[in-house]
């Protein structure tokens, strides 16, 4: 992996990390727009200014957008929300195998 390569994936791990950013993203992921005060709900014990801001900085990235009808993935959070999810198929494996050593 090159240092440019790295340096994205630093970029997209930083913001990911941030409190309840994947919350917000898997939250969205069923494809239907939600409403601040739903997806507030939707994630949970999420306060609104962090809400707010964890949209501001999602939007800002381009990975949801904001219409009529609510917060939605765009396509490019779409895409990344189904590669996470191969993320979570592969960490079920591996709990599953780390269970099994102990």
Same mark, same amino acid.
């Given at each position: 992996?090159?240092?440019?390569?790295?340096?994205?994936?630093?970029?997209?791990?930083?913001?990911?990390?941030?409190? =309840?950013?994947?919350?917000?993203?898997?939250?969205?992921?069923?494809?239907?727009?939600?409403?601040?005060?739903?997806?507030?709900?939707?994630?949970?014990?999420?306060?609104?200014?962090?809400?707010? $801001?964890?949209?501001?900085?999602?939007?800002?990235? #381009?990975?949801?957008?904001? #219409?009529?009808? #609510? =917060?939605?993935? $765009?396509?490019? #959070?779409?895409? !990344?929300?189904?590669? !996470?999810?191969? !993320?979570?198929?592969?960490?079920?494996?591996?709990?599953?195998?780390?269970?099994?050593?102990?």
């Amino acid at each position: 992996m090159s240092s440019k390569d790295n340096v994205a994936v630093s970029q997209l791990l930083a913001l990911l990390e941030t409190r =309840y950013a994947m919350r917000v993203l898997w939250a969205l992921r069923d494809g239907h727009p939600q409403t601040f005060r739903l997806l507030q709900d939707s994630v949970g014990g999420i306060t609104p200014n962090t809400l707010n $801001t964890r949209l501001k900085a999602l939007r800002a990235a #381009g990975l949801i957008g904001h #219409g009529d009808e #609510g =917060y939605r993935l $765009t396509a490019s #959070g779409t895409d !990344l929300v189904k590669r !996470l999810s191969d !993320l979570q198929a592969f960490a079920t494996k591996w709990t599953a195998a780390q269970a099994r050593k102990a």
